[in-house]
């Protein structure tokens, strides 16, 4: 695909963090964006959206829900490309169709796939993944390999020191989803091709009114806050460091992976790996004015080498 090639896209739970800086990117290079919303009566978040640059005219909304995934057929239909930005973070207890969001994710990017076939018109549908589904804990889970590749997966029958119930379910949830969503790319090869892109945790400017969840982990040190830097200390263990990228590499990364000529299979997106200890000098050094507990410096930096990484 030629960069100043104009396609129909669409993009799957625009009102996140990352969700308004792609669909603005995708406005910027002259494509038509589709853009998904639970709810299209949300003022604030619909508001957001049209008011990026080119949306009057290259923007169109639609109201799906992760939970009804069949409602974003809609949104799919006529496009060339679907970037699934859509997770379900916390469980709608009033949906007796699944137990958790890791059912429900999973049914999510099953149906958004099955979407994507029956339109006779998408190429590529691009995931985002999580690195929190790349462990790199070796089989006996006692230790860990000194790289990361597509073969590294979290094992969700390990009993990990650190993390909340969110995090953990956030981390099964994102699990089972990117490997249902790149089973698609073998069942239907040729039809469909799909590319999961598994992020670090992702920084920098946003365009939300408030502090996304991602930047409330990097900075937990900082602001003292120890429920979220307790998944800081999951990320670690986890992965053996804390993947990091900006937001907009994230951005400029799923556009390079729509403009392949043809792409499929799995990628890392991270700009650095430090370790939680890293972090927290680096916040004592350049912030002194603020004071971080000596505890929360004092982990040990493991090495690792990310392949395959955009």
Request: net charge neutral; glycine share 6%; aromatic share 10%.
């Amino acid at each position: 695909m030629k960069r100043n090639q104009n396609r129909r896209v669409c993009v799957t739970g625009a009102s996140g963090y990352i969700g308004p800086w792609l669909v603005r990117k995708l406005l910027e290079n002259g494509h038509t964006v589709h853009a998904t919303l639970r709810n299209l009566e949300n003022a604030s978040k619909a508001g957001l959206l049209k008011s990026l640059p080119n949306a009057e005219d290259k923007l169109v909304l639609f109201q799906a829900d992760i939970y009804n995934a069949i409602e974003f057929d809609a949104a799919i239909k006529g496009c060339d490309f679907v970037f699934h930005v859509a997770t379900p973070m916390l469980h709608d207890t009033q949906n007796s169709q699944y137990k958790d969001t890791a059912e429900a994710a999973v049914a999510g990017a099953r149906l958004i796939a099955e979407s994507c076939i029956r339109s006779g018109t998408v190429k590529r549908l691009i995931y985002t993944a999580s690195i929190m589904a790349s462990s790199q804990l070796t089989e006996d889970g006692v230790g860990l390999r000194s790289y990361v590749d597509e073969s590294c997966w979290t094992p969700l029958d390990h009993s990990f020191t650190h993390g909340t119930d969110f995090t953990l379910g956030y981390t099964r949830s994102k699990t089972l989803a990117e490997k249902a969503v790149l089973s698609y790319s073998e069942k239907y090869n040729g039809e469909l091709e799909v590319v999961t892109l598994c992020c670090g945790l992702v920084g920098g400017e946003t365009l939300l009114p408030y502090l996304p969840l991602t930047v409330e982990v990097i900075f937990s040190q900082l602001r003292g806050n120890l429920y979220w830097y307790n998944s800081l200390k999951l990320s670690e263990e986890i992965t053996g460091s804390v993947p990091l990228v900006h937001i907009e590499d994230v951005c400029n990364a799923r556009l390079f992976c729509m403009e392949r000529p043809s792409m499929r299979g799995r990628f890392f997106c991270a700009a650095s790996n430090p370790s939680v200890k890293g972090i927290g000098l680096f916040f004592q050094e350049y912030y002194p004015e603020y004071k971080i507990a000596k505890e929360r410096v004092s982990y040990v930096k493991r090495w690792n080498l990310f392949l395959s990484v955009y």
